[in-house]
């Protein structure tokens, strides 16, 4: 832990023995506009916070590796425009460079599994992108869930993605797909994929306690909690399905390519739901801290 910065309210969770929750920062750098990026993020905490856990944003600000970041902190990735967005084979370069990175899904998980931080709320994870039998695009997140200890909640792969395709790799992986009160994989914006899982569980011990037995016996990879979106805000299926074919179509003819693809699709994502996506964004994510955070809390009581 010598080489992570931590912020004095995750130093305290950790010598105090309080639970604490990993957050992203490519949520707010590259995942939703400003202002809406930072009040996420502010959010996000407060929502952490108030279900009895510690937040812990992680971020590299010039070069030093961040657990735990400020206000200002916040404010400066939500508004600055040379932040690099990060994924575990970045780390090392930002660090060596001195630059700001925002971390993905993959980073995040690298960093907190580092720092000793076993509950990480996102949005959605990557993983399989359509058409990826031939651009070969398969997110790092779907490799770092194989290897690092880390329980991600989520709301599923974000639905721009190939779904089934994505639940194969993390089946390879070793990787269990739980879904917390459902036994169907949401589709990020809706509540429905199509696709079973056959693992569930209906609350926070129990998710607890799942993640606290694949420790022991998982051979070391992480795990996905999957959370359907808040009723009142999910979209329909066919609606979401309908706007993702013609976000991918203007993706394919801007010539978007790599790591840029995915922000595009949730920007034009935005455009072609009129803002909808935004909404169902914020209140996923808002949703997915607080399950974490009530799962980290029944973690530490069970110690």
Not at 15 to 39: F, K
Not at 224 to 247: C, H, S, T, W, Y
Request: glycine share 10%.
């Amino acid at each position: 832990m010598t080489n992570l910065i931590l912020a004095p309210e995750v130093q305290a969770a950790f010598a105090n023995g309080q639970p604490v929750v990993a957050l992203e920062s490519t949520v707010i750098s590259h995942g939703l506009p400003y202002p809406h990026n930072r009040e996420i993020a502010l959010q996000l905490e407060a929502t952490v916070r108030a279900a009895g856990a510690v937040p812990a944003t992680i971020a590299v600000i010039q070069g030093a590796v961040h657990v735990g970041l400020t206000n200002e902190q916040i404010e400066h990735f939500a508004t600055a425009k040379d932040v690099l967005k990060l994924s575990r084979r970045d780390i090392g370069y930002a660090v060596a460079n001195g630059r700001d990175g925002a971390t993905t899904v993959a980073a995040t998980m690298a960093i907190a599994g580092l720092a000793g931080i076993q509950v990480f709320a996102t949005g959605g994870i990557g993983g399989v992108h359509r058409g990826a039998r031939e651009s070969w695009d398969v997110s790092a997140d779907l490799g770092e869930l194989g290897k690092t200890p880390v329980l991600v909640v989520c709301a599923g792969a974000k639905s721009i993605l190939d779904l089934p395709a994505s639940l194969e790799v993390l089946e390879t992986y070793g990787v269990p797909v739980v879904g917390y009160t459902t036994e169907e994989l949401p589709a990020f914006y809706s509540a429905h994929s199509g696709l079973h899982l056959g693992r569930k569980v209906d609350d926070a011990a129990q998710a607890a306690a799942t993640w606290a037995a694949h420790r022991v016996y998982g051979g070391g990879s992480g795990m996905v909690l999957a959370v359907p979106p808040p009723v009142e805000k999910a979209l329909d299926p066919q609606f979401v399905e309908a706007a993702i074919g013609r976000a991918i179509a203007q993706a394919d003819a801007a010539g978007i390519r790599g790591a840029a693809v995915t922000p595009f699709l949730l920007s034009a994502m935005a455009r072609e739901t009129e803002g909808e996506s935004i909404a169902t964004n914020t209140a996923l994510l808002n949703n997915n801290a607080q399950i974490a955070a009530q799962v980290a809390v029944a973690l530490f009581q069970s110690v």
